[in-house]
Antibody
Framework: QVQLVESGGGVVQPGRSLRLSCAAS????????MHWVRQAPGKGLEWVAV????????FYADSVKGRLTISRDNPKNTLYLQMDSLTSDDTAIYYC???????????????WGQGTMVTVSS | EIVLTQSPGTLSLSPGEGATLSCRAS???????LAWYQQNPGQPPRLLIF???SRATGIPDRFSGRGSGTDFTLTINRLEPEDFVVYYC?????????FGQGTKVEIK
């Protein structure tokens, strides 16, 4: 079945780095733009970043620009989020999500992973 | 960016009743690109409605969406026990996509 499985979360000190992964299965990963969306504990949803199907184009939320980097490895069916210079504001569950329309740009999200928790704390 | 305001924050209803959730945008949502999600505790969001009115695959027809421009509603007919969770609206007509703060539907 269509599935996204995130990994790589954990507890990290402020200023340190972390890399999240999202393994896709059950669909042609290379056909879809992919997104990261996060949710701070007890809070709402915040879009983080998007990458085109061919990795040529990426957009970021202003709150993470310059610190978080989205990438993908299509032969491995895997999406990544490199997180540098982390702050307590980055503490959240990070979800990878598939673009509904298959087109690059703003989109709804039809498939979500279960999420991976990132806690930034000293 | 477009700010989405959901109301009410909490809706207290009984099973079998109907629910109407509101989502108001700070500016017109292009092409009515408005989605609704349901989120159970500890679970990721689930897409219910896209394009303001289209139900996603597998979503029961007791869920319906309507609206255009800046005002949108999600209606849930005949609430089932599993419907008492949190709902979010999202606009994807312009970048960045944004979400409302959520409406919790609780058992009265």
């Amino acid at each position: 079945q269509v599935q996204l499985v995130e990994s790589g979360g954990g507890v990290v000190q402020p200023g340190r780095s972390l890399r999240l992964s999202c393994a896709a299965s059950g669909f042609t990963f290379s056909d879809y733009p992919m997104h990261w969306v996060r949710q701070a504990p007890g809070k709402g949803l915040e879009w983080v970043a998007v990458i085109s199907f061919d990795e040529n184009t990426r957009f970021y939320a202003d709150s993470v620009k310059g610190r978080l980097t989205i990438s993908r490895d299509n032969p491995k069916n895997t999406l990544y989020l490199q997180m540098d210079s982390l702050t307590s504001d980055d503490t959240a569950i990070y979800y990878c999500a598939r673009a509904l329309s298959g087109s690059f740009g703003p989109d709804a999200f039809d498939i979500w992973g279960q999420g991976t928790m990132v806690t930034v704390s000293s | 960016e477009i700010v989405l305001t959901q109301s009410p924050g909490t809706l207290s209803l009984s099973p079998g009743e109907g629910a109407t959730l509101s989502c108001r945008a700070s500016q017109s949502v292009s092409s009515d690109y408005l989605a609704w999600y349901q989120q159970n505790p500890g679970q990721p969001p689930r897409l219910l409605i896209f394009g303001a009115t289209s139900r996603a695959t597998g979503i029961p027809d007791r869920f319906s969406g309507r609206g255009s421009g800046t005002d949108f509603t999600l209606t849930i007919n005949r609430l089932e026990p599993e419907d008492f969770v949190v709902y979010y609206c999202q606009q994807y007509g312009s970048s960045p996509v944004t979400f409302g703060q959520g409406t919790k539907v609780e058992i009265k």
